[in-house]
């Protein structure tokens, strides 16, 4: 077991099979050093996280939506690995999309539970850029969408 899926066992989380993309496109492309992982979905045990902030979900619901969305984007850089999450340098940015109504403002709250969660997972690793934008919706109406860029070795 890598380090840092020893620290994620300590966290209580096991990284799941890399979700399969579901249209035409492929979960990550590496170029050099930088992994570029596609927007993941908001999941929990299978199911889509679904919710609409500012009206049927709150920022904290929110959050914990966003950090579903850093499981899996730590699952598609571990198969960009080949299997070895040790490969894992850094994270350099992440760019969360929030299902939001045009009067909600708190999307970096929102995107906070995948900031915060890198960071708890893999220290100064997992310190990154990021951006934090409302969209009218997401596929599948869920709540959060969340793409990334990984240094790797």
Not at 105 to 114: E, H, R, S
Not at 117 to 132: I, K, P, Q, T, Y
Request: hydrophobic share 45%; glycine share 12%; aromatic share 6%.
């Amino acid at each position: 077991m890598s380090a840092y899926e020893s620290r994620l066992a300590e966290l209580g989380v096991t990284l799941p099979d890399a979700p399969a993309p579901a249209a035409n496109y492929v979960p990550y492309v590496q170029v050099g050093d930088l992994v570029h992982v596609s927007g993941q979905i908001s999941m929990a045990e299978g199911e889509f996280i679904k919710g609409k902030l500012g009206e049927d979900m709150d920022a904290e619901a929110g959050a914990a939506a966003a950090r579903s969305c850093a499981i899996s984007l730590l699952a598609q850089v571990k198969a960009a690995c080949g299997g070895d999450l040790d490969r894992l340098v850094r994270v350099v940015k992440l760019v969360g999309f929030v299902n939001s109504t045009a009067g909600f403002g708190d999307q970096p709250k929102v995107i906070n539970g995948a900031s915060d969660f890198m960071v708890e997972a893999l220290g100064d690793a997992g310190r990154h850029a990021r951006s934090a934008v409302s969209a009218a919706s997401l596929p599948f109406g869920v709540a959060v969408e969340i793409e990334g860029v990984f240094q790797v070795k």
